[in-house]
């Protein structure tokens, strides 16, 4: 059984940081393609970052210089390092891991930017 599990969400004001973490069982790890994904209220879900099996990444415009991807293959984790954190980053955040035809997500974890 695939399981995807978010952590490390939370309220924070402009300009702080967070990290996301996302931990993976009952796959390969390291076969698989990795993503987070944001949904915000009356929003459609966008991509945020994601990291292949050799680990090259991808980001959205708008967190580019700002928020960063990386994988720890031997821990089977995922994670989103968030800095410089704006209102507009305020969503729930989606771990997703893809291999070819297969899409697995978690069940997010809610970012909130606020003063």
């Known amino acids: 059984q695939v399981q995807l599990v978010e952590s490390g969400g939370g309220l924070v004001q402009p300009g702080g940081s967070l990290t996301l973490s996302c931990t993976a069982s009952?796959?390969?790890?390291?076969?698989?393609?990795m993503g987070w994904y944001r949904q915000a209220p009356g929003k459609e879900r966008e991509m945020v970052a994601t990291i292949t099996s050799a680990g090259i990444t991808n980001y959205v415009d708008s967190v580019k210089g700002r928020f960063t991807i990386s994988r720890d293959n031997a821990k089977n984790a995922v994670y989103l390092q968030m800095n410089s954190l704006k209102p507009e980053d305020t969503a729930l955040y989606y771990c997703k891991a893809n291999y070819r035809s297969l899409d697995y997500w978690g069940q997010g974890t809610q970012v909130t930017v606020s003063s």
């Open positions: 009952g796959i390969t790890f390291n076969l698989w393609h």
